[in-house]
């Protein structure tokens, strides 16, 4: 049973408008929330993190919000840019866990 | 400095077919691990390892073996090749208070 599930398998936005991907868990536990991006034939990289004592983290074009009560997290992404076209990962652990558990993934396409 | 490396990147195995999956890191990491991504599936973890000689079971781990002789190799075993074990293989390495570092991946087929 998946604890992390990302509900949107594609998600297609204009350049320069705002991308929003959606995530939600189950697992109360989790503690830590990491999202990946994720090019063909690449490995994911790391590309923005969120604890759980926080409700949003900012870097650059990229934000994360977190809503614990809800068990929600989205990861925005404004302007959105043909560059930002990829498989974005939802994942997540509890404390002193280094085990991630990984969302089903959000193919998002910019259009020029 | 090249991270995670895997070999081979790509594979194509006959079914009851044995083979090994490589991975090597110089990031000195204790934490390592295997997952597998499949379509609508994600990353499932399938065996991870805190440190030499340490191993233990992920989500998906029937029909795969590992070890860890060394922090610098973490190999991933597939002792009998199934189709169901078509998939791209990804290995992991993380510090302490650093983040995930993937390699770039093993596409396998069985056929």
């Known amino acids: 049973d998946q604890q992390v599930k990302q509900n949107s398998p594609s998600l297609s936005v204009q350049e320069g408008r705002i991308s929003i991907l959606n995530c939600d868990y189950t697992n109360s536990m989790f503690d830590y929330f990491l999202w990946y991006k994720k090019y063909p034939a690449e490995g994911p990289t790391f590309l923005i993190s969120i604890s759980s004592i926080k409700d949003k983290n900012e870097d650059g074009r990229f934000t994360v919000f977190l809503n614990k009560s809800a068990k929600h997290l989205s990861l925005h992404i404004v302007p959105s840019q043909p560059g930002d076209s990829a498989v974005y990962f939802c994942?997540?652990?509890?404390?002193?866990?280094?085990?991630?558990?990984f969302g089903a993934g959000t193919t998002v396409t910019v259009r020029a | 400095n090249a991270g995670v490396t895997q070999t081979p990147k790509f594979q194509v195995l006959k079914t009851g077919q044995s083979m090994t999956l490589q991975c090597a890191q110089d990031?000195?990491?204790?934490?390592m691990s295997w997952y597998r991504q499949d379509p609508g599936m994600g990353l499932r973890l399938i065996h991870y390892?805190?440190?030499?000689?340490?191993?233990d079971q992920g989500e998906v781990p029937n029909g795969y073996n590992v070890s860890r002789s060394t922090t610098e190799d973490f190999p991933l075993r597939l002792l009998s090749a199934a189709p169901s074990q078509t998939s791209v293989y990804f290995c992991?390495?993380?510090?302490?208070?650093?983040?995930?570092?993937f390699g770039s991946g093993t596409r396998l087929t069985v056929v």
């Open positions: 390892s805190v440190g030499a000689g340490i191993t």
């Open positions: 994942a997540a652990s509890g404390s002193n866990d280094y085990k991630l558990s």
């Open positions: 992991a390495t993380s510090g302490v208070g650093y983040g995930y570092t």
């Open positions: 990031m000195n990491h204790e934490y």
